[in-house]
T-cell receptor, first 111, second 117 residues
Framework: SQQGEEDPQALSIQEGENATMNCSYK?????LQWYRQNSGRGLVHLIL???NEREKHSGRLRVTLDTSKKSSSLLITASRAADTASYFC???????????WGAGTKLIIKP | EAQVTQNPRYLITVTGKKLTVTCSQN?????MSWYRQDPGLGLRQIYYSMNVEVTDKGDVPEGYKVSRKEKRNFPLILESPSPNQTSLYFC????????????????FGPGTRLLVL
């Protein structure tokens, strides 16, 4: 099974600052995805990075992937109050269809 | 609009009374999955399905059943609910499914809040 573990568990920053969240996993992957969850709602896909990619951008999001360290990071630049949410990573090895998600990083943007 | 729908969104029931939470997707996805989310524990996978008539246990399958008779629907059945099944439940779907491709974007339903008294 694949498991993503996010770090830190919680992060509180001022609006306008950058937020960085990290994800570690244990086995080889085909891709790794990041999701956002607003309180009590369904998860929303943010970005997918494949195992042969090292960095990917989408708007204010920047994701890096280091397969040698089995880690990924999500950077949100120029944070906004609307970015307040929990963020989850989902490493996907493909060969095992059981997914185990971490507890996520709870991001709070203070106005 | 591409979406995953769940019903009901909120449900209060009593111990032992069978219930079904429906999940439907309109994206022709092969892969569907059920998760429960509890405070501090993140998402835990209950069951998943790779295609019609193909289902398998996830991390926490005890007390749950599923079926996949049609590609678009993946109901979650609690034959005899207990208070420890009080949780927030999410259905998700994605495509493709393959050893080399892995899953693409997973689309999540809005969630079903279940309270078992």
């Amino acid at each position: 099974s694949q498991q993503g573990e996010e770090d830190p568990q919680a992060l509180s920053i001022q609006e306008g600052e950058n937020a960085t969240m990290n994800c570690s996993y244990k086995t080889s992957i085909n891709n790794l995805q990041w999701y956002r969850q607003n309180s009590g709602r369904g998860l929303v896909h943010l970005i997918l990075i494949r195992s042969n990619e090292r960095e990917k951008h989408s708007g204010r999001l920047r994701v890096t992937l280091d397969t040698s360290k089995k880690s990924s990071s999500l950077l949100i630049t120029a944070s906004r109050a609307a970015d307040t949410a929990s963020y989850f990573c989902a490493p996907d090895g493909g060969s095992n269809y059981q997914l185990i998600w971490g507890a996520g990083t709870k991001l709070i943007i203070k106005p | 609009e591409a979406q995953v729908t769940q019903n009901p969104r909120y449900l209060i029931t009593v111990t032992g009374k069978k219930l079904t939470v429906t999940c439907s997707q309109n994206m022709n996805h092969e892969y569907m999955s059920w998760y429960r989310q509890d405070p501090g524990l993140g998402l835990r996978q209950i069951y998943y399905s790779m295609n019609v008539e193909v289902t398998d246990k996830g991390d926490v399958p005890e007390g749950y059943k599923v079926s996949r008779k049609e590609k678009r629907n993946f109901p979650l059945i609690l034959e005899s609910p207990s208070p420890n099944q009080t949780s927030l439940y999410f259905c998700a779907s994605s495509s493709p499914v393959g050893k080399r491709e892995g899953r693409e974007t997973q689309y999540f339903g809005p969630g079903t809040r279940l309270l078992v008294l």
